[in-house]
């Protein structure tokens, strides 16, 4: 089983920044096209964005032109870099294959994110 660990969260003010870390233990890490997914309280998980294994990303409407996803295959490492965030960008965030090219991989404990004012 493939096993996720997200770090980086925490509390940030409007405007402010988060790097968030994504690493999974799968051996073949760089065949897989991976994604970021965000869960505010109440509302049903969302896609943030997707990067392919060579790089190639995607982002929501809603986060397009403020993150910015990486990865370091060496390191088996995905990254979400969050600027100019907003209070609407307060949730848990999860990485995961892209789940348009496949099933889940078990779901990782995720990374708190709380924007205040």
């Known amino acids: 089983q493939v096993q996720i660990v997200e770090s980086g969260g925490g509390l940030v003010q409007p405007g402010g920044s988060l790097r968030l870390a994504c690493v999974a233990s799968?051996?073949?890490?760089?065949?897989?096209?991976m994604g970021w997914y965000r869960q505010a309280p109440g509302k049903r998980r969302e896609l943030v964005g997707t990067i392919t294994g060579r790089g190639r990303t995607d982002y929501s409407e809603s986060v397009k032109g403020r993150f910015t996803i990486s990865r370091d295959n060496a390191k088996n490492t995905v990254y979400l870099q969050m600027d100019s965030l907003t209070p609407e960008d307060t949730a848990r965030y999860y990485c995961?294959?892209?789940?348009?090219?496949?099933?889940?991989?078990?779901w990782g404990q995720g990374a708190q994110v709380t924007v205040f004012s």
């Open positions: 799968e051996l073949m890490f760089s065949s897989y096209d």
């Open positions: 995961n294959r892209d789940l348009s090219h496949g099933s889940a991989w078990n």
